[in-house]
């Protein structure tokens, strides 16, 4: 197995601006991302990060793909599906650069998965950050 090395250590997570990182699970029923998505069913969660990142608060995104491609893997084996059976799942998540929590729940609020069954959960992040091989 080929080793990885942390380019960034994250523990206090103080950007150059004094900015720290926050990660942003969002929830929904499901995924919008289906293989086959079309353009149009695309354009509002693709258009709000296309938001995101003008603003400069977005520094990764990734969205999921719908909940029948999910596998969960337990202690009792491999199954198909989400990891919880539940009305909303997570459907995708993105990291962006805010200055402190008030912040960061200020730019989340703007995600368009509030609406209905779903929702966003900010978390800050503690450590990490993108891997050399």
Known sequence: MDSVHIVCDARDMTMAD??????????AHDSAHALD????????PNGHADELKAAGAMTAAYAFTPREL???IREGGV????FIDAPAIVVGVYVIEAPDLDAALEI???????R?????EVRPI???G????
């Open 130 to 133: 993108v891997v050399e091989r």
């Open 70 to 72: 999910a596998v969960s």
């Open 108 to 114: 989340a609020a703007t995600n368009p998965a509030i």
């Open 37 to 44: 998505a079309t353009p149009a069913e695309l354009a509002e």
């Open 126 to 128: 503690h450590s990490g």
């Open 18 to 27: 004094d900015l720290r990182l926050f990660a942003v699970l969002i929830y």
């Open 116 to 120: 209905g069954v779903g929702g966003v």
């Open 79 to 82: 199954t198909p599906g989400p």
